[in-house]
């Protein structure tokens, strides 16, 4: 399914904005990297064809709302671009609303190009583009969310995924029909080559132990007991475990 979503979205690549109504900065940024203006950012692709959103029990956005972000070009010093961003899950892309349009009362919602020297910094989550066959399709690439700087000896990323299930009717009178819906899911992974090689790592205590050598096992074994890491709780609690984790090893 991603590889039909990708073309019909290069098909799909248009141009056609009001660059006079922008800053100077914000025009550049528009003619390099919008990629289409359409209503059909609120559809998804199923095997039974095109479906609104609103016949969806489900987001395919991380949130609904656009947050205050900032959108960061690594291939020139000092380029940064303040905008209200959102990051869609079930099409692996990133949105942008712009001020001009708030200001116009205009509700369109733009696509941005998938160019991997952008990053994304959304309500302080960073987004970076990625290519790596064992985690994408051969050949392609996503959007992983970068959860401690890049710089590190172990770099921990979260890779979002949705998962699409189709609706069902009532069989009998005393059932009720189930819409479909877009069920969120997340997997963790760990670099340790600045984001060039890849392996899944769960926030689960011996999970995280078999990612280390033997020697530095012993040091994370201690780490996690005598922080009284449970690895358990709700997502987020889990997540900051792991985190603290890492964060240690990398203080080593």
Known sequence: MKKSIKLSLLILVLFSFNVSAQTPGQAE??????????GEIYTIDTEDGKMDLKDIEGSPFLTEEFKPGVIMDNSKENSAIKASLRYN???DQVEVQYESDLKSNLEQKRVLKRIDTYEYLIEGKLFKL???????????????????GEDKKIVLFKKYYQEYLSGTSAETSYQRDTPPQLITNFTYYISKDSGQTFS????????ILDSFENKEK???????KSSKFKFRGSDKEAENE???????????
């Not at 940024?29 to 359409?38: A, G, K, L, P, T």
């Not at 290519?131 to 992983?144: A, P, R, T």
Request: no cysteine; proline share 0%; aromatic share 22%.
């Open 89 to 91: 899950i079930f099409y």
């Open 218 to 224: 012993e040091l994370i074994k201690d780490f996690i």
């Open 242 to 252: 792991l985190k603290r984790t890492i964060f240690y090893y990398n203080s080593l």
């Open 200 to 207: 899944s790592i769960e926030a689960d205590r011996w999970d």
């Open 29 to 38: 940024f528009n003619r390099e990297q919008v990629v289409r203006q359409s």
């Open 130 to 148: 990625y290519f790596n066959d064992d985690i994408f399709f051969d050949g392609d690439s996503g959007y992983l969310e970068v959860l401690n």
